[in-house]
């Protein structure tokens, strides 16, 4: 008891000192994900070179090629702000002007007798689109003065998440057998049954997850171009391959379909484009791709997926959702081990002795 009470205590410290610095962790622990799913790559290529290359360049390349891989998904970004800008100085005045025919009449219909000054809206909002370098670049240094320590964090965070993931893509095995030498002796076998099942539910739920993002990608690219909009192939491909970040890829594709859709069609066709294609969408990848793809392959129930988004999230903010799936996978391989454990124990094997010699007593 005391054995098993000491445990519990190291347990609730590391959680406790992991929950109070999770601001400073968190580059640490998004490095330490891409580590874990890039090491295989590396050690793959050490195979195929058999020491012609040293490590030090092959970590290098397979990191340089996943933040390549990384950075051009938010370049799509670049073909879409291009073209929208433009337009949206174009178009938002007629927006304006229907938005005031729409709304006015029907603040009336509900009895608020409240004038939308919907002009005096787009003349502020066009004077802001169309200042000069000097207009905006001063309130622009404002901001970033007040919200500096934010702008820093954020800067030390993408420097330090490439250069964390170069000394963990170099160092994993050693990493890890530095891990494995703090279990108890006693404890090896069940942590390496723990480690190698954890491996087989995580590669499924990437293998799976790189599957949805692929067929996401190429459904709301051809979607949205069967409606006939322009940047219909940079936002399809953004949009299905931001999926990884739960909500928040979907969020921003829609977002960039539905100005993208007003600003070239100026008509409610851009409201019901983004209604069919991003809500067949939804549909498509939570009860065919997700479950098929991820669900199947690591056995989380969907009401599972939900909370575990929830709880994650809500423990850790973005990080959480980033995680939240991959580790309620582990968390499940977990529960599964103590289950068996459960079923092969005294407590479980000697309860139905217990029922019968009972129920024989009353007989």
């Given at each position: 008891m005391t054995r098993l009470a000491a445990w519990l205590g190291l347990a609730l410290l590391a959680v406790l000192v992991f929950w109070l610095l999770a601001?400073?962790?968190?580059?640490?622990?998004v490095a330490a994900v891409l580590a874990y799913v890039l090491h295989p790559l590396v050690l793959k290529m050490e195979t195929l070179f058999r020491g012609r290359i040293h490590r030090v360049v092959i970590v290098i390349c397979v990191e340089g090629l996943a933040l390549l891989a990384l950075l051009s998904i938010f370049l799509l970004l670049a073909p879409i702000l291009v073209r929208a800008w433009p337009l949206l100085k174009q178009q938002l005045p007629l927006l304006f002007d229907k938005l005031g025919v729409v709304i006015n009449p029907w603040l009336e219909?509900?009895?608020?007798?409240?004038?939308?000054d919907v002009q005096d809206l787009k003349d502020q909002l066009m004077d802001y689109l169309t200042a000069n370098r000097e207009d905006w670049w001063a309130p622009l240094m404002s901001s970033l003065k007040l919200g500096g320590s934010?702008?820093?964090?954020?800067?030390?965070?993408?420097?330090l998440v490439p250069v964390a993931?170069?000394?963990?893509l170099y160092d994993w095995s050693r990493l890890v057998d530095s891990f494995i030498e703090l279990v108890p002796p006693a404890w090896r076998s069940l942590v390496d049954q723990f480690m190698s099942d954890s491996d087989?539910?995580?590669?499924?739920y990437l293998r799976g997850q790189m599957l949805v993002m692929l067929s996401l990608a190429?459904?709301?690219?051809?979607?949205l171009s069967l409606f006939g909009l322009d940047l219909a192939l940079p936002i399809?491909?953004?949009?299905?391959?931001?999926?990884?970040?739960?909500?928040?890829g979907f969020g921003m594709g829609l977002v960039l379909a539905l100005l993208a859709g007003l600003l070239q069609f100026a008509s409610s066709q851009a409201l019901l484009m983004v209604a069919v294609v991003f809500g067949l969408g939804q549909l498509l990848e939570s009860f065919v791709l997700t479950p098929r793809l991820v669900g199947e392959r690591i056995g989380l129930h969907p009401l599972t997926v939900i909370l575990a988004l929830m709880a994650f999230g809500q423990l850790m903010g973005f990080v959480g959702v980033l995680i939240a799936l991959p580790a309620s996978a582990v968390l499940l391989v977990a529960l599964?081990?103590?289950?068996?454990?459960?079923?092969?124990?005294?407590?479980?094997?000697?309860?139905?002795?217990?029922?019968?010699e009972k129920g024989a007593d009353q007989a």
């Open positions: 601001p400073v962790l968190t580059p640490f622990v219909q509900l009895g608020l007798h409240v004038s939308l934010t702008a820093l964090a954020l800067v030390g965070h993408v420097v993931l170069f000394y963990m087989k539910v995580l590669g499924e190429a459904y709301y690219a051809v979607g399809g491909v953004f949009t299905g391959l931001a999926v990884f970040v739960p909500y928040l599964r081990g103590l289950r068996l454990r459960y079923l092969d124990s005294s407590l479980y094997q000697n309860s139905g002795t217990v029922q019968s």
